[in-house]
């Protein structure tokens, strides 16, 4: 059974950082992507940032600039650097990895980040 458990969220300032991570466990194996989506009050999920096995990214225009996602291949493991925060980045963060050969998609349990003054 694979298991993606993310860490890092909080509350923070605007204009602080805060650093997310999503670790898989389980089955020994590598996602295709990675990334994350977010969620804040009243919106649908959307996308936040993705990350491929070679390294390409995508991100939102929202976040641009302010906010980075990396990944180790090695532990299965996304991060995501998240600088300059504003209080429209409040939302619940959720990751995901795609088996892309099988059409699967794997999610995290969410975690909370607050940007409040």
């Known amino acids: 059974q694979v298991q993606l458990v993310e860490s890092g969220g909080g509350l923070v300032q605007p204009g602080g950082s805060l650093t997310l991570s999503c670790a898989a466990s389980?089955?020994?194996?590598?996602?295709?992507?990675m990334g994350w989506y977010r969620q804040r009050p009243g919106k649908e999920r959307e996308l936040v940032a993705l990350?491929?096995?070679?390294?390409?990214?995508n991100y939102a225009d929202s976040v641009k600039g302010r906010f980075t996602i990396s990944r180790d291949n090695a532990k299965n493991t996304v991060y995501l650097q998240m600088n300059s925060l504003k209080l429209e980045d409040t939302a619940v963060y959720y990751c995901?990895?795609?088996?892309?050969?099988?059409?699967?998609?794997?999610w995290g349990q969410g975690t909370q980040v607050t940007v409040s003054s």
């Open positions: 990350i491929t096995t070679d390294g390409s990214t």
């Open positions: 389980g089955r020994a194996f590598s996602f295709n992507r």
């Open positions: 995901f990895g795609d088996l892309t050969a099988y059409g699967l998609r794997y």
